[in-house]
């Protein structure tokens, strides 16, 4: 069982930047994809960003390309979630999830992750 706990949400400004964690408590850490989600009030959990077991790949969706960063440290078993130039449209419950494998593609199907976290809030004031 993979418990994963984020940490680094909070209240900004837009255009602002801020750095969401994901730390696991796996071992095997390096062994697990990792994908960022995100859902606003009102709706539904959206894919963010994913990245592969050793870091090769990297997918992000279409509204945060660009901005956001996702990265891992297999080391410290912890992913990361650098997000720039930050809009009113961001704001939303950031999730980390974990699954074991990998596809070729964007891996951004929430219900192929195996393991979620508790979410930490990001608010994005105008």
């Known amino acids: 069982q993979v418990q994963l706990v984020e940490s680094g949400g909070g209240l900004v400004q837009a255009g602002d930047s801020l750095r969401v964690s994901c730390t696991a408590s796996e071992r095997t850490f390096s062994s697990y994809a990792m994908g960022w989600f995100r859902q606003a009030p009102g709706k539904e959990r959206e894919f963010v960003a994913t990245i592969s077991q050793s870091a090769i790949y990297t997918y992000y969706a279409d509204s945060v390309k660009g901005r956001f960063t996702i990265s891992r440290d297999n080391a410290k078993n912890t992913v990361y979630l650098q997000m720039n130039s930050l809009k009113p449209e961001d704001t939303a419950v950031y999730y980390c999830?974990?699954?074991?494998?990998?596809?070729?593609?964007?891996?951004?199907?929430?219900?192929?992750?195996?393991?979620w976290g508790q979410g930490t809030q990001v608010t994005v004031s105008s």
């Open positions: 999830a974990a699954k074991m494998g990998w596809v070729s593609g964007k891996n951004n199907n929430p219900w192929t992750y195996n393991y």
